[in-house]
């Protein structure tokens, strides 16, 4: 009785999931190009080049995207994708266990979007909403 109740919320709580990851990432980015949250990852705005300004860029757009549910699968295939390049690229040759190369976080995000692109967005999206209107 109990797994049945809990059951009829998992619709909600992707969405739930979705969003909190979305802002989530979405941060990553502010933090990159806004320098906001101040942090130790802030970066000089806009006028940087380089690796870590598209990193920044795709996060801020599929963050945002993602957030809110509009174009969830397309924006979490390519924050993914992101995600898994970002780990490879700049976590894996630091060091073999991912606790230890800080890459953690993008394996992380790597897999919740992934599930994204299968699951899509939940019922409390743009996406449902842009569906059930056209």
Do not use: E, H
């Given at each position: 009785m109990t797994s049945t109740k809990l059951t009829e919320h998992a619709p909600k709580m992707l969405s739930v999931l979705r969003i909190i990851s979305g802002l989530l990432f979405l941060a990553h980015g502010?933090?990159?190009?806004?320098?906001?949250?101040?942090?130790e990852a802030a970066g000089s705005g806009l006028l940087f080049a380089g690796p870590g300004a598209y990193a920044g860029a795709i996060e801020l757009v599929t963050g945002a995207l993602i957030a809110m549910g509009l174009f969830t699968r397309p924006a979490a295939f390519i924050a993914s994708g992101t995600m898994a390049a970002a780990y490879f690229l700049a976590h894996a040759p630091q060091n073999f266990f991912p606790v230890n190369n800080g890459g953690d976080s993008a394996i992380l995000y790597c897999f919740v979007f992934l599930y994204f692109v299968f699951a899509g967005a939940g019922p409390i999206s743009l996406d449902r909403q842009r569906r059930n209107t056209a």
């Open positions: 502010t933090q990159k190009f806004l320098s906001f949250p101040a942090g």
